[in-house]
């Protein structure tokens, strides 16, 4: 059976996909996560691919990138060793819906040059196949169960991840629906026996009979016949067992067949089995074609990600750029860096999803697209990005072998240059008497949990200093702090003005900003304040009204890139 | 014994060697260690909300006396900051009932039962000097060590309890001598290594870290001796410049009782 769609479908499917994947490759070498002013420029970034991935392929780093193939693409060993379920999913959809692609999709290239005797129809073809599509089968209804049942702290998939999956499961189940249309169809039997022998009439009716009965197909109008059975296997075992074996070795799709006997007299009117093959077909064509625009881009970019990772030089060249962006479309979004974040639950604290790395990954790829223009945006990325630790556990997980880590640096980088440095960055950029101007105004607080450790509203925790000087004498800061630039206020001074009334005059200053909490003043301190508290609690308050002002102040849309 | 090992971010990030080489040494003085689901200690979160802070943390310590095991610290930080947060759950009613109802969210409970140790702590008053000199079969006389506190195991005291005297602890030099070692006395042994500033102020940060190591030096020490991986990750790069080598506690200790170099992190 040939479709119609053969071959300009084809053509037409790989042609998309092609200038699909050209497309993104074109934008992960042009696009950046990097501050664009440190970033170097595309021409640059090219020949650095060039030079890079030939010294690779051809370099010492190439049994590395043998091993990561084969190891953490195709054997999956970090989703192995984190989560045993989803290897099981993972594998059972890669197993299956690999292998129809080339056992059954590609026969014509691969099977029959592999085994020279191939017939889809013939054992083990036939069962196989089933085989293969119930693995994919499986494993798309595990990976589905698991989400649902999961607490997974992903935002939902967005439609365009589920077209991909949707095209996949309408594949499978029309290729099973495929082959029970035609184990009943009698146009096909018809069309075969015309194609295939040179049987008279009178050789075709045992044969109908022995197929009906012994191979589920279905006749309009012909009762079994006991007499005309044995004539008919004489006639089948010469004409067509070598090219058929018993389609109940299709253990999937034979019983489907039973289910649609009762209309399978509409079936074969309609030319069901036909318009199925056609569908089916149409159905792995647009598969094809959408492969660089959904999800489904993860089959390209995951392995030439962790195979760029294997093969990459050290120190980080200027492919690490182009890396950065290749990670922003080889992330699966499985979310297993989510479930072992160190500080996951800071995102239900700050209601801000972009604390965990999967989400956060989100927000740099539109950052690295341009399209984050919103200052509220910009600032909650910043939010998510200055919360990690760094402890680089994303990093060690990642199954699709993503660093992280680095990514989350220069997503730091690159927010510092768009008008969110890091808090402490921030402070320096006015005087402590500025600051004090400023926030004036501005009223952040932390919720409940902060205003009850708040120290600096409770004159009962610094009145009773005596402006001694022994917390300034201890201080390793005030002692390394000379000349511009150093403390602008001593420990001492700054309990002053939390006894004059003059909090926000101490908010903004060096002192309390380069404060090392290393305790020595509260420790030496003879009237027993809290000093290096009092000091953590006032940058406390200090982050709370400057990212109130620094919402009040933001800048319009569009300005903040 | 038996605690709940907390290795927090940066030990796994910057210094794996540190826990390889107390895995090892703790194995070896028979104390076991559990290892559960375990977040950020909440110290980095600190300096910018006491709310986040305190989010992380007590999420660690319910975790551990869920299990009524003891946590067990390996970073100074890390010990300080659990610590703390015990130490506002006890004293400040308010940050008590705003913990609860945080925690409530995560099916979490608070206890007070857990408490919060660190690896320095533990080999001295639990394990014990008799018992560790007692195992030590490679005497380790060559080295001179200098012993690099560490800010947070021993203040703010009234919080932390490393040592009975903040103001002049000794044991740290004691853990040293057991080993065999020599533990040289240096006026700033007790200073701030600089890390908290390494990226905000790294200027100041380094000088910090200057100031300590030509001391250590100036003193006669060979090896500055750890037990802290910011200390650890602070003072390495710059301890060559110095002319000074460094290693963490339980790498000289492993050495000591007779563990291979490589199960320390050392080769």
């Known amino acids: 059976m040939t479709s119609f769609f053969i071959p300009w479908g084809l053509i037409a499917s790989l042609a998309i996909a092609a200038t699909g994947i050209a497309y993104r490759v074109v934008i992960w070498l042009s696009r950046s996560v990097d501050d664009r002013a440190t970033c170097p420029p595309a021409s640059v970034r090219v020949a650095a691919l060039v030079t890079g991935t030939f010294g690779s392929l051809f370099g010492p780093r190439m049994p590395r990138m043998l091993a990561a193939f084969g190891l953490d693409v195709l054997v999956q060993r970090k989703l192995w060793q984190r989560d045993r379920l989803r290897w099981l999913a993972h594998m059972a959809i890669f197993v299956g819906f690999g292998g129809l692609f080339l056992v059954h999709a590609l026969h014509g290239v691969v099977t029959e040059k592999l085994w020279p005797g191939y017939c889809s129809t013939v054992n083990p073809w036939l069962w196989l196949r089933d085989l293969l599509g119930l693995l994919a089968v499986a494993g798309l209804a595990l990976t589905e169960v698991r989400r649902r049942f999961s607490r997974s702290l992903l935002p939902a998939p967005k439609p365009r991840d589920l077209v991909f999956v949707a095209l996949v499961a309408a594949i499978l189940a029309t290729g099973f629906l495929l082959t029970a249309a035609k184990i009943i169809s009698a146009p096909d039997f018809e069309r075969m026996v015309a194609t295939y022998s040179n049987l008279s009439a009178e050789e075709q009716q045992p044969l109908k009979v022995y197929w009906q009965t012994e191979y589920g197909m279905v006749f309009p109008a012909s009762a079994p016949d006991a007499a005309l059975l044995k004539t008919g296997e004489e006639v089948h075992e010469s004409a067509c067992a070598s090219c058929h074996s018993r389609p109940q070795s299709a253990f999937v799709s034979y019983p489907l067949s039973r289910l649609l006997r009762a209309v399978a007299v509409p079936l074969a009117a309609a030319n069901a089995s036909v318009v199925l093959f056609n569908l089916h077909v149409l159905l792995c064509l647009l598969g094809i074609a959408y492969l660089p625009f959904g999800r489904a881009l993860h089959i390209f970019a995951a392995p030439t990600s962790l195979v760029a990772a294997a093969g990459a030089a050290t120190p980080a060249t200027v492919n690490a750029v182009a890396r950065r962006s290749l990670a922003l479309d080889a992330c699966v979004r499985c979310g297993l860096c989510d479930e072992r974040c160190s500080v996951a639950a800071l995102w239900a604290l700050f209601d801000n999803p972009l604390v965990l790395p999967a989400s956060k990954l989100d927000g740099v790829r539109r950052l690295s697209a341009e399209k984050l223009i919103d200052a509220n945006e910009l600032a909650t990325l910043a939010q998510g990005a200055y919360a990690c630790t760094e402890c680089g556990r994303c990093t060690r997980d990642c199954p699709v072998g993503l660093d992280l880590d680095d990514l989350w640096t220069a997503l730091k980088a690159r927010l510092a240059s768009c008008g969110q440095p890091t808090p402490a960055a921030r402070v320096k950029t006015a005087s402590a008497s500025q600051w004090a101007d400023r926030l004036a105004a501005s009223s952040g607080t932390n919720g409940a949990v902060a205003r009850a450790g708040r120290l600096t509203d409770a004159p009962r925790i610094f009145s009773h200093c005596v402006q001694c000087q022994t917390c300034t004498n201890v201080c390793p800061v005030v002692a390394e702090s000379f000349g511009p630039g150093g403390v602008d206020a001593t420990p001492q001074r700054v309990m002053n003005l939390l006894r004059l009334g003059m909090t926000e005059l101490a908010l903004g200053s060096r002192m309390v900003w380069n404060c090392t909490t290393c305790y020595q003043c509260q420790e030496h301190c003879p009237a027993g304040i809290r000093v290096t508290d009092v000091l953590y609690d006032l940058r406390n308050q200090a982050y709370a009204q400057m990212s109130a002002l620094a919402a009040i102040d933001s800048p319009a849309k569009g300005d903040a890139l | ?267």
């Not at chain 2, 260690?33 to 200690?41: K, Q, S």
Request: aromatic share 6%; proline share 5%.
């Open chain 2, 1 to 267: 014994m038996k605690f709940a090992l907390f290795v927090g971010c940066k030990i796994p990030a910057l210094v794996p060697q540190y826990e390889r080489a107390a895995r090892a040494v703790l194995g070896r003085l028979g104390v076991e260690l559990i290892d559960l689901n375990f977040g950020c200690c909440g110290y980095p979160s600190r300096h910018l909300r006491l709310d986040a802070y305190l989010a992380l943390a007590c999420r660690n310590l319910a975790k551990a006396s869920a299990r009524h095991l003891d946590v067990l610290t390996l970073c100074q930080c890390c010990y300080g900051s659990l610590r703390y947060a015990l130490h506002l759950l006890r004293h400040e009613p308010g940050v008590r009932v705003a913990v609860a109802q945080d925690l409530a969210k995560d099916d979490l409970n608070l206890s007070e039962t857990t408490t919060v140790r660190h690896l320095l702590d533990l080999l001295a008053r639990d394990v014990g000097f008799d018992r560790i000199r007692a195992k030590v079969v490679r005497d380790q006389h060559r080295l001179r060590l200098a012993a690099h506190y560490g800010c947070h195991a021993l203040r703010p005291s009234d919080v932390v309890d490393l040592d009975n005297n903040p103001h002049a602890p000794t044991v740290f030099e004691d853990l040293i001598r057991a080993t065999g070692a020599a533990a040289i006395d240096w006026p700033r042994r007790l200073d701030c290594c600089g890390a908290p500033l390494a990226e905000s102020n790294p200027a100041l940060s380094a000088r910090l870290r200057e100031v300590k190591l030509a001391d250590a030096r100036a003193a006669g020490a060979d090896t500055m001796c750890t037990a802290c991986p910011f200390c650890e990750a602070q003072l390495s790069p710059a301890a060559k410049d110095a002319g000074l080598s460094t290693l963490l506690y339980p790498q000289v200790l492993g050495l000591a009782l007779g563990i291979a170099p490589a199960k320390l992190g050392l080769c």
